[in-house]
């Protein structure tokens, strides 16, 4: 995790880290929603003048859509509604650090300000796995705080995930002689 994660809330004022926290907040309970339809708990929130234009949870499991990430469709609503395809004047607020199809539609899409909350050390290119959002050969690079209500967004992760490997039909597995299951 890169060393500006630790000190980016002196860089914002008392202000701005407030509000951050409460728009990730509305990010962990769209998350939240999104876990409960067995999708991967991720909530994604566009911010404009202080007001959310619109909110998103990953959809993939439902639209059978492996592109249906919270940052995307948040994306396109978002340019849907303002009618413009540049949100040079918005936040996107993630729970999760972007993989790099999210973060190529954030530079794509020219937003201000990027938030998020867990890093994701197998996929994350916001300095996890890699700096997408930050590359300096790219024509845009967004403002980037990481690690805002990290735990909280990472447990809500954790606790996923733990449910997807344990369950009934795990546990109701027959032992044979020899397997080492008990």
């Given at each position: 995790?890169p060393?500006?994660?630790?000190?980016?809330?002196?860089?914002?004022?008392?202000?701005?880290?407030?509000?951050?926290?409460?728009?990730?907040?509305?990010a962990i309970?769209?998350?939240r929603?999104?876990g409960?339809r067995?999708e991967?708990p991720v909530?994604?929130v566009?911010?404009?003048?202080?007001?959310?234009?619109?909110g998103?949870t990953?959809r993939?499991?439902r639209?059978?859509d492996?592109?249906a990430?919270?940052?995307?469709?948040?994306i396109?609503?978002?340019?849907?509604?303002?009618?413009?395809?540049?949100l040079?004047?918005?936040?996107?607020?993630?729970t999760?650090e972007?993989c790099?199809?999210c973060?190529?539609?954030i530079v794509?899409s020219r937003?201000?300000r990027?938030?998020?909350?867990?890093?994701d050390?197998?996929a994350g290119?916001a300095g996890s796995?890699?700096d997408?959002?930050?590359h300096?050969?790219l024509?845009h690079s967004?403002?980037?705080?990481?690690g805002?209500l990290?735990?909280?967004?990472?447990?809500?992760l954790?606790?996923?995930?733990?449910?997807?490997?344990v369950?009934p039909?795990v546990?109701?597995l027959?032992?044979?002689?020899?397997?080492?299951?008990?």
């Amino acid at each position: 995790m890169p060393a500006d994660s630790r000190t980016a809330a002196a860089s914002f004022g008392a202000d701005a880290v407030s509000l951050d926290e409460q728009y990730i907040r509305n990010a962990i309970d769209l998350a939240r929603e999104a876990g409960k339809r067995n999708e991967v708990p991720v909530g994604a929130v566009v911010v404009r003048d202080r007001s959310i234009i619109t909110g998103a949870t990953n959809r993939t499991v439902r639209d059978q859509d492996p592109t249906a990430h919270a940052e995307l469709l948040a994306i396109r609503e978002a340019s849907s509604k303002l009618d413009r395809w540049r949100l040079d004047d918005c936040t996107l607020y993630v729970t999760l650090e972007p993989c790099a199809m999210c973060a190529g539609a954030i530079v794509l899409s020219r937003i201000k300000r990027v938030v998020f909350g867990a890093w994701d050390e197998k996929a994350g290119m916001a300095g996890s796995v890699g700096d997408l959002l930050r590359h300096p050969r790219l024509n845009h690079s967004p403002e980037v705080r990481a690690g805002v209500l990290a735990t909280d967004c990472a447990a809500l992760l954790e606790e996923f995930f733990k449910s997807q490997r344990v369950g009934p039909a795990v546990l109701s597995l027959p032992a044979e002689k020899g397997s080492g299951l008990k």
